[in-house]
């Protein structure tokens, strides 16, 4: 498998802490599978002039020093889009996922849809694939929404574990792999247990493993190959009303 968004360039944002935390979350994952990760620290749009702050650049070092075995490391960055790319930052593709055409985007939470579309559209037009991270958690996210922004030419990711999640955002999570509109499952670890491993085995004991090949091995890898991306066959994911029940009394209680 492989993990094209986690938060685990130490010491950078709101994942992991220290080269040690990585490395015990990277060994984790390459016992379980796991062969490859790009490691995707948040960074906003409007604070990048080429590429990505000299301090990224060290503890990519430290972290590559340190890392097990087994487990290749990839650079990247998880965009906020809250202004457009710099022409430079299009042209040298150090902020875009292993210097390949995709790069990983997100919005604040309550993003309106208009500027969702704009933001989306311009990093087309400036001849990247943007891979939207999450879009589950967004509001405004619906099948035919998300299926509007992969015409324009939009990638999705959907956060694996989140699929599983009986709660608001897992049933938008659900619906999207319902309608073959998810590209990529990723994990979005921030020095804590997310891992495909588990995804991976419960979309395959529902009888989606051919699903889980292209969400988290065929698609990454053509994502870190510069390669177009594959149509993912549609699965849906069914969650008992006891766990939905179960869900919205703790999404009530938090
Ligand atoms: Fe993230």
Same mark, same amino acid.
């Given at each position: ?8 360039l130490p ?14 979350v ?15 620290p ?14 990224h ?11 097990p ?16 790319l710099?022409p430079?930052a ?21 993003? &309106? ?51 599983f ?34 995804p ?20 990454? &890898?053509?994502?870190?190959?510069d ?6 066959p ?21």
């Amino acid at each position: 498998m492989i993990d094209l968004h986690c938060h685990l360039l130490p010491g950078v944002d709101d994942g992991s802490r220290s080269v040690e935390q990585s490395v015990r979350v990277l060994q984790t994952m390459a016992v379980a599978g796991i062969t490859d990760v790009v490691l995707t620290p948040h960074l906003d749009a409007s604070r990048i002039s080429e590429g990505p702050p000299p301090a990224h650049d060290e503890a990519f070092a430290q972290l590559s020093m340190a890392a097990p075995p087994g487990v290749r490391l990839h650079r990247g960055a998880e965009v906020m889009l809250d202004r457009s790319l710099t022409p430079r930052a299009v042209a040298t593709r150090r902020v875009t996922l292993a210097h390949s055409r995709y790069i990983l985007v997100e919005f604040t939470r309550l993003v &309106a849809e208009p500027m969702a579309n704009q933001a989306l559209s311009q990093v087309v037009r400036e001849g990247l694939v943007p891979l939207l991270a999450h879009p589950e958690r967004y509001s405004i996210c619906s099948p035919a929404l998300v299926a509007s922004w992969r015409a324009m030419g939009v990638a999705i990711q959907v956060d694996a574990n989140t699929v599983f999640m009986p709660t608001g955002r897992g049933a938008r999570a659900r619906a999207l792999l319902a309608e073959g509109l998810a590209d990529v499952l990723a994990a979005d670890n921030h020095g804590d247990r997310r891992s495909l491993a588990e995804p991976f085995k419960a979309l395959g004991a529902l009888g989606g493993s051919t699903a889980a090949e292209f969400l988290m091995v065929r698609n990454p &890898a053509a994502v870190l190959a510069d390669q177009p991306l594959e149509p993912v066959p549609s699965f849906e994911v069914k969650v008992s009303l006891y766990q939905r029940i179960k869900g919205w009394v703790d999404e009530m209680g938090q």
